[in-house]
């Protein structure tokens, strides 16, 4: 266990890792308590966020470099999105490109893609954000939506009045 606590400090402490997710300075500071737990009656590894505190829990059998980095992308993982979801997904592939190296990355992606995990940013067709005179064309073609000059909501009003005084 001494050997999971060790590398565990060492990805907390990484300058890499404390600079993209502030999660790991407040918990290296000690502004976020954490427990390390041995799981001992645990069939499996987990990490916990919880209002007063973070705890990750290691069985004998999952002390392994690979499954600390996948608990420790949990804990930097913000609460508000899916658990194994694509953002869970990229800081998973950042702290292994940082600690294994871009070989390791490229198997994990491909092992990835295999199992059809969504790892990306979604796409859209726009390869830069939209500029406001872009915006307000496309709100302007959506509120004409093939209803000549009346928006959507006026076509609307104007069909359920007609139905209302058949």
């Known amino acids: 266990m001494a050997d999971t606590e060790a590398y565990i400090w060492k990805v907390l402490s990484n300058w890499r890792v404390?600079?993209?997710?502030?999660?790991?300075r407040d918990i290296v500071s000690g502004r976020i308590p954490f427990k390390i737990s041995k799981g001992d009656g645990s069939r499996k590894a987990w990490a916990r966020v919880l209002p007063d505190k973070m705890w990750v829990s290691f069985p004998r059998k999952?002390?392994?470099?690979?499954?600390?980095?996948?608990?420790?992308?949990?804990?930097?993982?913000?609460t508000d999105v899916p658990a194994h979801g694509r953002e869970f997904c990229r800081i998973y592939q950042h702290l292994?490109?940082?600690?294994?190296g871009r070989e390791k990355l490229k198997l994990l992606k491909a092992a990835m893609k295999k199992h059809k995990c969504k790892y990306?940013?979604?796409?859209?067709?726009?390869?830069?954000?939209?500029?406001?005179?872009?915006?307000?064309?496309?709100?302007?073609r959506l509120m004409k939506n093939n209803y000549g000059n009346k928006s959507q909501m006026e076509h609307a009003q104007h069909n359920a009045l007609l139905h209302a005084h058949r």
């Open 120 to 140: 990306s940013k979604r796409h859209t067709p726009y390869k830069r954000p939209l500029t406001q005179l872009e915006k307000d064309a496309m709100l302007a």
């Open 62 to 78: 999952f002390r392994n470099k690979h499954t600390i980095l996948h608990e420790l992308a949990h804990l930097f993982t913000p």
């Open 18 to 24: 404390q600079k993209k997710y502030p999660v790991a």
């Open 96 to 100: 292994v490109l940082l600690f294994f």
